[in-house]
């Protein structure tokens, strides 16, 4: 059994940094698969960033703006979210993929807001 835990969100202005973290309660070694979904309010919940097997896969909307990565001693998932956009707010959910079945953080909001 594997918890992940968020934490990093909040509220930020348009144009600033927030970094999420979603830390695992054991040691995982190199997930095949992690990522970072977002459900606004009143639309579906979409696939933001991941890493699938190494490769990193972005939503268009935040290519070179946010970055995922992975920390194998920290075993935690980031996302780094830079250049923030009001379209961004939303509850951002980790996800990652181990010993044959997929686990979720609880979830942490973003707003961006002036």
């Known amino acids: 059994q594997v918890q992940l835990v968020e934490s990093g969100g909040g509220l930020v202005q348009p144009g600033g940094s927030l970094r999420l973290s979603c830390a695992a309660s054991?040691?995982?070694?190199?997930?095949?698969?992690m990522g970072w979904y977002r459900q606004a309010p009143g639309k579906q919940r979409e696939l933001v960033a991941a890493?699938?097997?190494?490769?990193?896969n972005y939503l268009d909307s935040v290519k070179g703006r946010f970055t995922i990565s992975w920390d194998n001693a920290e075993n935690t998932v980031y996302l780094q979210m830079n250049s923030l956009k009001r379209e961004d707010t939303a509850v951002y959910y980790c996800?990652?993929?181990?010993?044959?079945?997929?686990?979720w953080g609880q979830g942490t909001q973003v707003t961006v807001s002036s």
């Open positions: 054991r040691s995982i070694f190199s997930p095949n698969v």
């Open positions: 996800t990652l993929s181990a010993f044959g079945r997929d686990y």
């Open positions: 890493i699938i097997s190494g490769n990193l």
